[in-house]
């Protein structure tokens, strides 16, 4: 199956700097990336995701990187803020409905 | 907006126990999903059902069944509790693959069951 990892397991940030978490994959057919972020004491959810046609997205601050060749994908939060603080998990499906997480990276904005 | 509810935040049970994790949606989803949520560990999954009566097995089925005879309930039984399966447990639900809606996954809040 699927392995997914994902470093760092956690990164301090001061507030307003940018915030990279990278994670790789085993299976070269996977095809969707989606990236997930868990507040303390709340449920995951998605705050943006990426299929293999491309190669980046981005939504206002975040923005994925995909690089299929090397079988990684990053997630990159810019002017980072404190509510920004959270547990990040990224993943990887292949062309179906059964996602492999990683470990997950807790990220702290410093004020 | 997508509900998804489990009906017990926290529980606490002995080894031995039967336990019973329920969780329901609202919004018709056709996929289910059972994952455990362990620090340093990520999300594991548990087992996945696609369709009412269906069932698949997930990465770490071990010691756990589930039981799906409604479309919007998803059931995960503990046959025999055991202390290495203390873990917070999270349902999902989403739509099927190839809808227009991409795989995202619609969580609930979990429950942290504790086993004695």
């Known amino acids: 199956g699927e392995n997914v990892e994902q470093h760092p397991s956690t990164l301090s940030v001061q507030e307003g700097d940018s915030a990279v978490i990278k994670c790789t994959y085993s299976?070269?057919?996977?095809?969707?990336f989606p990236w997930y972020k868990q507040e303390l004491g709340k449920r995951p959810q998605l705050i943006i995701d990426?299929?293999?046609?491309?190669g980046e997205k981005k939504d206002q601050r975040i923005a994925v990187t995909l690089n299929k060749t090397a079988k990684h994908f990053s997630l990159h939060i810019t002017e980072t803020q404190p509510e920004d603080s959270a547990v990040y998990f990224c993943?990887?499906?292949?062309?179906?409905?059964?996602?492999?997480f990683g470990a997950g990276t807790t990220v702290t904005v410093r004020a | 907006d997508v509900k998804v509810t489990q009906s017990s935040r926290y529980l606490v049970k002995r080894t031995g126990e039967k336990v019973f994790l329920e969780c329901v949606q609202d919004?018709?989803?056709?996929?289910m999903f059972w994952y455990r949520q362990d620090p340093g560990l990520g999300l594991r999954l548990i087992y996945f059902?696609?369709?009412?009566?269906?069932?698949e097995k997930g990465d770490i089925p071990e010691g756990y069944s589930v039981s799906r005879e409604k479309k919007e309930r998803f059931s995960l039984i503990l046959e025999s509790a055991s202390t290495n399966q203390t873990s917070m447990y999270l349902c999902?639900?989403?739509?099927?693959?190839?809808?227009?809606?991409?795989?995202?996954?619609?969580f609930g809040s979990g429950t942290q069951l504790s086993v004695l």
């Open positions: 299976d070269s057919a996977s095809n969707y």
């Open positions: 999902a639900s989403s739509f099927p693959t190839g809808a227009a809606t991409n795989e995202k996954l619609f």
């Open positions: 990426i299929r293999s046609n491309v």
């Open positions: 993943a990887a499906s292949l062309n179906d409905y059964k996602l492999s």
């Open positions: 059902s696609y369709d009412v009566k269906m069932k």
């Open positions: 919004m018709d989803h056709e996929n």
